[in-house]
């Protein structure tokens, strides 16, 4: 039977991670996209379930979020969403498993933790990799100061400019 499951990629699912709330989630529409289920049957599945996802669980984007995130992706629209999307961290994609039932939906679970834990070890070589360099950065002297500033600035996430809003003269 595991054969007939089309699973999908650890890759794909990375990408579908976002930082919400200093919490990384995936989307309704991506999860349900993902278990191959309409947006609107899952989010009935979670409601007939509300007591398994507490707020660290899941939670509802606000309208301020929502539209931040359009914004991101540079879209107008989100298909036609009527409710703000729900955001679900890691343990609920976990309790996602125990309300959807179905075997695509228990293999794309695995596959989604898989990601999950990925993504929880390439954070941590990041911090162990910054904290070698700042070993090595003590012990050798100022001359290489320039290229252990420059390692920094690779390492460090990319800073997002703040937008601006109304009309703006050139000179400012």
């Given at each position: 039977m595991?054969?007939?499951?089309a699973l999908v990629s650890?890759?794909?699912?990375?990408?579908?991670?976002?930082?919400?709330?200093?919490?990384?989630?995936?989307l309704d529409k991506d999860l349900a996209a993902l278990y191959e289920v309409s947006t609107?049957?899952?989010?009935?599945?979670?409601?007939?379930?509300?007591?398994?996802?507490?707020?660290?669980?899941?939670f509802q984007l606000s309208a301020m979020?929502?539209?931040?995130?359009?914004?991101?992706?540079?879209?107008?629209?989100?298909?036609?969403?009527?409710?703000?999307p729900r955001?679900?961290?890691?343990?609920?994609v976990a309790m996602l498993s125990s309300v959807l039932r179905s075997p695509r939906a228990v293999q794309v679970n695995i596959e989604i933790m898989r990601a999950f834990v990925k993504l929880r070890e390439l954070l941590a070589s990041n911090r162990?990799?910054?904290?070698?360099?700042?070993?090595?950065?003590?012990k050798y002297d100022a001359q290489f100061k320039i290229v252990?500033?420059?390692?920094?600035?690779?390492?460090?996430p990319p800073v997002q400019p703040k937008r601006r809003i109304g009309y703006h003269s050139e000179k400012s």
């Open positions: 595991e054969k007939e499951i650890v890759e794909r699912i990375e990408q579908m991670i976002l930082l919400i709330r200093g919490q990384k989630v995936i609107s049957n899952l989010n009935k599945a979670v409601s007939r379930n509300i007591e398994r996802f507490p707020q660290d669980f899941m979020e929502f539209n931040d995130l359009k914004f991101h992706f540079g879209i107008s629209s989100w298909g036609g969403t009527r409710k703000l955001a679900f961290t890691e343990q609920g162990a990799l910054a904290r070698k360099l700042d070993t090595l950065e003590k252990f500033d420059a390692i920094r600035q690779l390492m460090a």
